[in-house]
């Protein structure tokens, strides 16, 4: 099976790749750090000939180098563009890969309306990240309804080494409300978010 993975060199993407390369499959790497831009729909289509699944992950994070309306091309037509190859050329499935900031619930943003987490959790995204991530998952379930297109959306909080497990543990057994102090943190989500179902999947 042949994948393409956007944003392959990024955190989440470099896992996926490594983890997709281990069980066998014929990776397809679309990186801005290679030259391969997603809002660049000819390039996006050239990639994508003879694929079978595209994993979306490349996305702008909201970094203060970023504009908002810079986080918003890449974010929302970037996926429009990987949602319209997928039509062309007949690939039947796309992974989103979203994000837990969608939900509006994260970094001290607000409090959860309840615990544990879950699909049916309001989204109360605010940040130009959040808002895009957002808008980027309705685009998603919009598509897949009206296309042949399956089209799956995941809300990964990150991507967690054996170290970083490690570091949670000794920060837990150090301070009992690391997760809670200073804000509702990373540490926190992990524990209700990293293995729940997709937000949707059609």
Same mark, same amino acid.
């Given at each position: 099976?042949?994948?393409?993975? /956007?944003?392959?060199?990024? #955190? ?5 790749v490594?983890? *997709? ?6 990776v397809?790497?679309?990186? *801005? ?5 997603? *809002?660049?729909?000819d ?12 994993i979306?992950?490349?996305? %702008? %994070? ?6 908002? @309306?810079?986080?918003? =091309? ?8 990987? %949602?319209?190859? =997928?039509?062309k %050329? ?7 890969l ?11 943003e607000?409090?959860?309306?309840? #615990? ?9 995204a ?7 991530? &957002? *808008? ?10 009206s /296309? ?20 949670i543990q #000794? ?5 009992a ?8 943190? @990373?540490?926190? #989500?992990?524990m209700? !978010?990293? &293995?729940?179902?997709? !937000?949707? !999947?059609?």
């Amino acid at each position: 099976m042949r994948v393409l993975v /956007t944003g392959s060199r990024g #955190l989440v993407g470099s896992q996926v790749v490594s983890d *997709l390369t281990s069980l066998d499959y014929e990776v397809v790497e679309y990186d *801005l750090a290679q030259g391969q831009d997603i *809002l660049d729909p000819d390039s996006l289509f050239h990639s994508a000939k003879e694929c079978d699944a595209i994993i979306h992950a490349a996305a %702008l %994070l909201g970094l203060p180098e970023q504009s908002d @309306t810079d986080i918003m =091309a890449v974010n929302l037509q970037g996926t429009w563009n990987v %949602l319209s190859v =997928a039509k062309k %050329l007949s690939i039947p499935r796309v992974v989103f890969l979203s994000s837990v900031d969608a939900l509006g619930v994260f970094k001290g943003e607000r409090s959860p309306d309840y #615990l544990p987490l879950d699909d049916s959790h309001p989204c109360y995204a605010a940040t130009p990240y959040a808002i895009s991530k &957002y *808008l980027a998952e309705v685009m998603c379930r919009q598509f897949s309804a009206s /296309t042949d297109v399956s089209v799956v959306c995941f809300r990964p909080p990150g991507v967690w080494t054996e170290e970083t497990y490690s570091w949670i543990q #000794l920060e837990r057994a150090k301070h009992a409300q690391f997760e809670w102090h200073p804000f509702w943190s @990373t540490a926190h #989500l992990l524990m209700f !978010a990293i &293995y729940r179902r997709p !937000a949707f !999947a059609h």
